[in-house]
Every structure is written in structure tokens, then in C-alpha cells.
């Protein structure tokens, strides 16, 4: 997810929706816990999150994911 939020930044997108499969993921990132968090990809997907552009992530199982 890091490296496409990232790559969606560099390529100009500012609007972008995100499916993931991951629950505990998509929980994490929002809750406030995430950004102080001791896994530095966790913390640096925080950072992409708090840029100025509108961004949804939403849970999808993993059965969708395909």
C-alpha cells in the first residue's frame, strides 16, 4: 500500500480510493495509535495519509481481492 500511495503522490493523483484486504491495516491507520507506532512503515503510511489530497481506504475481503 506504501509504495502506491507514494507513486499515486509522485504521479500527480490527489483523489484515490484504496481496497484492502488487510482489516487490521485499515483499522490501524485510523486510529491515532498507527502514527506513533514502532514500525516505520506504518508511521510513513500516517505521513502519505496527512498530505493535502483526498484519499478513502476501505476493507474489502479477501475473497473480492482479485
Request: charged share 25%.
Given at each position: 500500500?506504501?509504495?502506491?500511495?507514494?507513486?499515486?503522490?509522485?504521479?500527480?493523483?490527489?483523489?484515490?480510493?484504496?481496497?484492502?484486504?488487510?482489516?487490521?491495516?485499515?483499522?490501524?491507520?485510523f486510529?491515532?495509535?498507527?502514527?506513533?507506532?514502532?514500525?516505520?512503515?506504518?508511521?510513513?503510511?500516517?505521513?502519505?495519509?496527512?498530505?493535502?489530497?483526498?484519499?478513502?481506504?476501505?476493507?474489502?475481503?479477501?475473497?473480492?481481492?482479485?
Amino acid at each position: 500500500m506504501l509504495e502506491g500511495l507514494f507513486l499515486a503522490w509522485d504521479k500527480g493523483f490527489r483523489k484515490v480510493e484504496v481496497e484492502c484486504d488487510n482489516a487490521l491495516l485499515v483499522e490501524l491507520l485510523f486510529s491515532s495509535g498507527g502514527a506513533s507506532s514502532s514500525l516505520v512503515e506504518l508511521r510513513l503510511l500516517h505521513q502519505a495519509l496527512r498530505r493535502k489530497w483526498e484519499i478513502r481506504i476501505q476493507h474489502i475481503p479477501r475473497t473480492l481481492n482479485g
